[in-house]
């Protein structure tokens, strides 16, 4: 599949070979999300098809796998994707659902990887970060982190999740901080 004698490669020819190669796979990593997006959309949530019948107990439903704004597909259409791109069922669902939150939730964020100058997996990673939020958080994050995504730690991206949250919907924001906020602490309990 990949024939290449690299004995024959000086240090620059093997240098050039590995950058055909790394640029190769960001526009192949970008086909695979489009592809992704393509085959979500052509097994849209039944629900939504006109006509289609309502489903039978353990009949097939729609699920959202993008977070709020995404459309939602058809629940076993991502384990006929994993199986062709070496992916579990829940593994394949989460990477449908990375794609889906790119286009509906992070567009700028997703123009900035399909036009090369963002890392595809750093920008499914900002996806899963913002799952939680609503439209308008994540609006905010895509906002901030499109021009910056390759510079940005994990923690970074944390932060300006956390902020986006604050921003869009202060009440709930302080609501989950508060909720987090009782949950720790030391508890007394049986002693042995």
């Not at 599949?1 to 192949?28: G, P, V, Y």
């Not at 086909?31 to 006509?51: C, M, N, Q, R, S």
């Not at 939020?133 to 994990?154: C, K, N, S």
Request: aromatic share 6%.
């Amino acid at each position: 599949m990949f024939e290449s004698n690299l004995e024959e490669l000086d240090a620059r020819a093997t240098l050039a070979s590995a950058a055909h190669l790394h640029e190769q796979r960001k526009r192949i990593d970008v086909a695979l999300i489009e592809h992704a997006l393509h085959f979500a959309d052509l097994h849209p949530d039944p629900a939504t098809i006109p006509g289609h019948p309502s489903p039978a107990p353990g009949g097939e439903r729609g699920k959202v796998y993008g977070g709020h704004g995404c459309p939602g597909v058809a629940e076993f259409a991502p384990a006929e994707f994993g199986a062709v791109t070496g992916r579990g069922k829940v593994a394949a669902a989460h990477y449908i659902g990375q794609s889906l939150a790119l286009r509906h939730r992070l567009p700028a964020t997703w123009e900035q990887v399909r036009n090369g100058h963002a890392t595809e997996w750093k920008a499914r990673q900002v996806a899963t970060a913002c799952l939680g939020l609503t439209e308008d958080a994540a609006a905010i994050v895509d906002q901030r982190v499109a021009p910056i995504l390759d510079t940005l730690t994990p923690l970074r991206v944390e932060r300006i999740v956390r902020a986006a949250k604050w921003q869009a919907d202060p009440e709930a924001a302080r609501a989950e901080a508060e909720e987090k906020a009782c949950a720790r602490g030391v508890w007394p309990g049986p002693h042995r």
